[in-house]
């Protein structure tokens, strides 16, 4: 039996041993009120910065040494950089922000028919105090150090309530010992009652209209995250614009947006910056399609960057001339008919069949042997290349190799300009060299796409490697990017950035430790191998327009200026820095002469 005993304790001190986590995650948000015009998360700024987060450096970051070493060196920060700091960090946040377990979160709400200014803010977060007397100690000790503070009356150690005031203003706190989890309001509106009935109403709930956005920012639930409520508070300002200007923003659909997010957070792995507006299609938005992305298009190889637009030009046409004919003047509007008259006679074909020939996808992409451009072929384009043809006298041709068209279509420098009189025989010369070099295009067709190279042979290859790479599918699935509403994106992979990543991580704690005279064994945290962290890192820009939402959004792995480090940027900016320190006093020299003569 005491072998057992001794078995079983053995096996249960790795767990019992375990820290606590660095930060917990966010908890007021799983029991926001339905009806709450505002929340906004920010992060604890230890938990920010190395707590996990479902991302490439969560295994680095739930390491037991890792959390171990953090642990320690949180404490010496404290003692000896912030309460040293003086007046450069205020002496009450050192004091909260040492005890701080949580992000701090808050809820703006707002009674029915009142108006802003009768809002109250309820505050929450999870501090390492575990009993009542220990939290009036902690209050004291804030208040001693924040003069505008006073306390009116102490919690109770029954129910942990009590009341500070800042100036004249009530500010009720309620401590929760047995989950650690300070609550306070204030606000013009507030009092014990309605403080007291309002955490009474805070339950876990399932569904709330912030929680769409919310994942598309920051699952982790530690990032920044800030939403506001549009459908409850415009039409309190409505009252106060004047009918004229309401009518415009009307039209534009801007008084019918239901809510806008800005956060900074962590998705499926990847790290996020976005700003999102829930927009429905109404005013003259309906008059402009969602973008609705669906790209057939493959690489060769797996792609290096890409470059995407989806432009429905035709369908936006539309939508303008909609517009135009109620808005423009009517013989303004005439004056525009006229002219697509005009190009219709001129070229053969109209603005539309020249819009519909092509899109809405555009995308400039490299791959493993080559550099791109491709577009999505639409309708008459045949047709237009024909006329095209034969009115400017293009040299236009296509070739079979191994059972593929290749195209090929030259065009002069000067198309449809006149021809320059030159002022001289020098300047003629140079004219007519000018003159000889000449446009190519070659293409191929694939996929319902017409891929452009700068020469052919890049084709060729195109052709020969037998290995290709889903565009759309490598960008979900390996980039972290869904793309399907995207107006614009951009995606990349930057090789060893990861591991380039978590060793400058490892470097700023070794010199954070020396600033704070703390212990850091270094030698017991993980390598970058041991980890088995991925060989690239992920790096995107995109700016979807969806049925009903706006969003821009960076994708990064950790932090969005963490691609300075890779090796390639590192040397770029270097070049551009010498050249600028060679370039910028040689050309200063240069207009000082100048002005001299």
Known sequence: MTKKFVLLIALLFPMLAQSA????????????????????????PWGFLSSPKDNMLKGALEHEAHVQQIENLKSSVYQNILKKAGDLVPPAMTLFLHHLRSPIESVFLLPKQAPPALGNVLISAKLNITSIDEFNDFLKAMVAQAPNLKIFRELSTENGYGILTAGPIPVFIHYDINSQTLNIMGGLAANQDIFQQTLSTLVPIDQHPMYEMENRIDTSHQGFFEWINLQKILPLFQLAIPPKVALNLQKVGLLNLRAMALGWGVRDGKGRLSFIIDAPRTGYREFFPPISNNLSLTAAGNPGIIVSFSLPLLEWLKGFEKIAE??????????????????????????????????????????????????????????????????????????????????????????????QQPDSDTQAFFLELASKLNTHLYWVEEDGYLIFAQIPQQLFDREQKVEHVQIQQWLKEKQGQD????????????????????????????????????????????SAMALNLPKTGTYGIQLDMSESLLSLEFTFENNPLEFLISPDNLTTMAIIGIVAAVAMPAYSDYLQKSESD
């Open 21 to 44: 986590p660095i930060s917990e995650p966010a908890s007021l948000r799983a029991v926001i009120p339905l009806d709450a015009v505002a929340y906004v998360r920010i992060p604890n």
């Open 326 to 419: 109620t808005e423009m003047p009517a013989y303004q509007f005439q004056g525009y008919q006229n002219a697509k008259e005009i190009f219709k006679k001129e070229l053969g074909f109209s603005i539309e069949e020249a819009l519909g020939a092509f899109g809405p996808e555009m995308l400039f992409f490299t791959d493993e042997v080559g550099e791109f451009a491709a577009m999505r072929k639409g309708d008459n384009l045949e047709k237009i290349i024909a006329i095209l043809v034969k009115k400017f006298g293009l040299v236009y041709e296509t070739r079979e190799i191994n059972d593929k068209r290749y195209h090929h279509l030259v065009i002069p420098p000067s198309l449809g300009e006149e021809t």
């Open 483 to 526: 793309i399907q509403s995207s107006l614009f994106f951009i995606s990349t992979s930057l090789s060893d950035t990861p591991r380039q990543l978590y060793y400058a991580y490892l470097q700023s704690l070794i010199m954070l430790a020396e600033l704070a005279d703390a212990k850091l064994d270094i030698f017991t945290l993980p």
